[in-house]
C-alpha cells in the first residue's frame, strides 16, 4: 500500500489546510456514561467543554461493535450480492454480505462467517482493501471492507431468524450504473465499491 506525503510534500494549498485543521483542538469528556443499552447498539451521553467557548454541551453517541462488508467476486467477474428487506427505510435493499464482528471475533474472522451465512459460499483469498468510519458525529465504531476471490458455493444460506435474504449474482461491470440509477443506495456498499473501483480503475470498464 502507498504512504501518504509528509506535510511537507504537499502543494502549498495542501500545507495551509494542514496547519488550518491543527488548529482545532479536542474538546475535553467531563462527564461519560450510558443513556440506553439495545440489541446491536447502546446510546452513551458525553459532556464535553469547546475549547473556544468554555461553555459544557451533551452529545449523544451511539456504540456498537465494528461492522464488515464482503464484496466476493467470481471468477467470471460476478459479485456475490444480497437482497433482504431493511427495517429502517422500509424497503428491499441490494447489498454485499456483511454484519457485526462478534465480542472475540477478528474482523476477518467475521467476513467469512457472514460470507457463509448470508450467501453459503466461501472464499480461499481475502484481501482487506478498506476501513471507514461510518459516521463520526454519531458512531464510534469502524467498517471493514474485504475482497473475497477464489470463491465457491458449498452451502445453502442459514440466514438469522431477523433476515429474509435472496442471492443474486450481479456482473461487476454493472454495478456503477447500479449505484448511479440508485438501485444501490446502501451507504456503505458504495463505499466498499468505491475502494474496490479505486483500487482496480481498469475494471469500471474492463473487467
Not at 31 to 56: A, I, N
Not at 120 to 126: I, L, M, S, T, Y
Not at 163 to 173: G, K, N, Q, S
Amino acid at each position: 500500500m502507498k504512504s501518504f506525503l509528509p506535510v511537507t510534500g504537499l502543494p502549498a494549498a495542501g500545507r495551509h489546510c494542514k496547519r488550518r485543521n491543527q488548529m482545532i483542538k479536542p474538546w475535553p469528556c467531563i462527564r461519560s456514561g450510558p443513556s440506553q443499552s439495545f440489541r446491536v447498539f447502546s446510546v452513551r451521553t458525553d459532556t464535553t467543554l469547546s475549547p473556544r467557548t468554555g461553555r459544557e454541551h451533551n452529545f449523544y453517541v451511539i456504540e456498537s461493535r465494528d461492522w464488515i462488508n464482503v464484496i466476493p467476486l467470481t471468477d467470471d467477474h460476478q459479485v456475490v450480492m444480497i437482497r433482504q428487506y431493511r427495517h429502517g427505510s422500509r424497503e428491499v435493499t441490494l447489498e454485499i454480505p456483511g454484519g457485526l464482528v462478534d465480542p472475540g471475533d477478528t474482523p476477518e474472522k467475521a467476513a467469512a462467517r457472514e460470507l457463509l451465512e448470508e450467501t453459503g459460499f466461501q472464499a480461499k483469498e481475502w484481501t482487506k482493501i478498506g476501513v471507514v468510519n461510518p459516521n463520526p458525529a454519531l458512531f464510534n465504531n469502524r467498517c471493514y471492507t474485504f475482497l473475497a476471490q477464489d470463491i465457491k458455493k458449498v452451502a445453502a444460506p442459514t440466514p438469522d431468524q431477523t433476515e429474509d435474504i435472496e442471492v443474486a449474482l450481479i456482473p461487476l461491470t454493472d454495478i456503477p450504473k447500479l449505484i448511479l440509477k440508485g438501485e444501490i443506495d446502501h451507504a456503505m456498499v458504495i463505499t466498499a465499491f468505491s475502494y474496490y473501483f479505486l483500487r482496480h480503475p481498469k475494471e469500471l470498464t474492463n473487467p
